[in-house]
Nanobody, 126 residues
Framework: QAQLVESGGGSVQPGGSLRLSCKGS????????MGWFRQTPGKERELISC???????IYADSVKGRFTISRDNAKNMVYLQMDNLTPDDAGIYYC????????????????????WGNGTPVTISS
């Protein structure tokens, strides 16, 4: 049974940093595209960043230059380093896995992800 477990969320001040981690199990991790998504009240879940095993990375425009995604296939782990955090970065962060894609546009599309974690909260407060 596939499982994704996030950790590392918490509360930080604006300008601070957090590192989110996600452990995958029950599937062949290295074959999957791994993504981080964020959801806030009243809004749809949105893609923050995504990484293949190549690795190929994509980032939301709002986090480019501040967030870094990485993965360690030997440990079945994916990470999201978040720096220079702002209040707009707050939300529930979800780890997700996608069993490949046919076109670049399909990479890490929310409705095409196969597995989801339960999320970890990130709060930005002074």
């Amino acid at each position: 049974q596939a499982q994704l477990v996030e950790s590392g969320g918490g509360s930080v001040q604006p300008g601070g940093s957090l590192r989110l981690s996600c452990k995958g199990s029950g599937f062949v991790f290295r074959h999957y595209v791994m993504g981080w998504f964020r959801q806030t009240p009243g809004k749809e879940r949105e893609l923050i960043s995504c990484i293949t095993s190549t690795p190929r990375r994509i980032y939301a425009d709002s986090v480019k230059g501040r967030f870094t995604i990485s993965r360690d296939n030997a440990k079945n782990m994916v990470y999201l380093q978040m720096d220079n955090l702002t209040p707009d970065d707050a939300g529930i962060y979800y780890c997700s896995a996608q069993d490949g894609f046919q076109t670049a546009q399909e990479m890490c599309q929310t409705h095409l992800m196969n597995y989801w974690g339960n999320g970890t909260p990130v709060t930005i407060s002074s």
